[in-house]
């Protein structure tokens, strides 16, 4: 059962556009995090959310976590084509616990 | 951040045979994680390995199948025994970085069964 439903599958924009990626759930993590991952490579973590409400920003990235701590999403400003990449949401289950992962997004940024 | 080596990186095996996935971390790490992924899918976790314990197998995965070791806490082997065409997959190590405040995933191993 995929506890995290993450959204759009897919997402295929032009340098210069911003874009949005979701991911929700019925459950209430005690953490979330995002990870990128490109191909021949395992994922790399973006940023870790623990706090309902909070917002955390990388530089042209905007994590944000809800109130609930049961949904999340990650908003690229001014896309670039090194933002290509399949982006996944994971939920901690317990303290530090294992991850459930969301299906991915796969992000395609052309010049 | 802890680094984790995984090898091989990919092999290519004959149906039947036995392959040991190993991972490495410059760290000590308390549990580590073992996951199977499709090429642009998601993880699907096989299961946790904790120094000095059995390993905790998903649902759908067994250990005769998936056997685990965990010898220390730097350290883990995962190995795929008696391999069919659909164990065809990346498998990936993972651990709890506590610098990075989250997880480090080795770099995969693409294993192809044929």
């Known amino acids: ?32 995090q995002w990870y990128r991952q490109e191909p021949g490579e395992g994922p790399v973590l973006l940023v870790t ?46 303290s530090w616990g294992k991850l459930q992962f969301g299906a991915g997004t796969q992000v395609v940024v052309t010049p | ?13 004959q149906r039947g045979t036995s392959l040991t996935i190993q991972c490495q971390v ?20 096989i299961a946790t390995a904790n120094q000095g314990s059995e390993a905790t197998y998903e649902s759908g995965f067994v250990i005769d199948k998936f056997p685990i070791s965990r010898p220390n806490l730097t350290f883990s082997t995962l190995t795929v025994s008696n391999m069919s065409p659909e164990d065809s997959s990346i498998y990936l190590c993972s ?13 995969g191993t693409r294993l192809t069964v044929v």
Request: charged share 15%.
């Open chain 2, 26 to 45: 410059d760290s000590q790490v308390t549990m580590m994680f073992w996951y199977r992924q499709q090429p642009g899918q998601s993880l699907t976790l």
């Open chain 2, 1 to 13: 951040s802890a680094v984790i080596s995984q090898k091989p990186s990919r092999d290519i095996c």
């Open chain 2, 95 to 107: 651990g709890w970085d506590n610098g990075h405040y989250g997880y480090t995933f080795g770099s």
């Open chain 1, 49 to 94: 959310v623990v706090t309902g409400g909070e917002v955390k920003k990388l530089k042209r990235l905007t994590f944000q976590f809800g109130d609930a701590r049961k949904d999340s999403s990650l908003h690229i400003t001014a896309a670039q084509p090194g933002d290509t990449g399949l982006y996944l949401c994971a939920g901690a289950v317990g």
């Open chain 1, 1 to 32: 059962t995929q506890l995290l439903e993450q959204s759009p599958q897919f997402l295929s924009i032009q340098e210069g556009e911003n874009l949005t990626v979701y991911c929700n759930s019925s459950s209430v993590f005690s953490s979330l």
